[in-house]
């Protein structure tokens, strides 16, 4: 059972999975690093620890960044979106986040 605070619980709005995303910012350049997810437990993990936890959909457990890679994230704040259903993680992050090595998830195939 996770100890996540009732009254922050209270305001989630998760998937049928019970997972809510994650978007991941850099606290110096804003950039958006990578989207992540978590449920209860990973958010309590997160901000009692500091550190970014996520849940893994396709491993079914959780995840701490930089936990193998050494790809690190301090996590400065946790935000929740006016609906309730999306998490926005301002990290110091230590390395590059995205598992491919680039320094965001989002360094590559742009769109427009």
Request: charged content about 25%; hydrophobic content about 35%.
């Amino acid at each position: 059972m996770t100890s996540l605070d009732p009254a922050v619980a209270a305001r989630l709005k998760r998937d049928p999975a019970g997972l809510v995303p994650a978007v991941v910012q850099d606290a110096g350049t804003r950039d958006v690093l990578m989207v992540g997810w978590m449920d209860d437990e990973a958010l309590h993990r997160t901000l009692t620890t500091g550190r970014g936890t996520y849940w893994s959909r396709s491993r079914q457990e959780y995840w701490v960044k930089g936990e193998t890679s050494g790809h690190t994230q301090a996590v400065r704040e946790v935000r929740l979106d006016c609906d309730g259903d999306t998490l926005l993680v301002v990290v110091d992050q230590e390395g590059p986040a995205c598992h491919t090595g680039a320094t965001t998830c989002f360094d590559k195939d742009r769109l427009l």
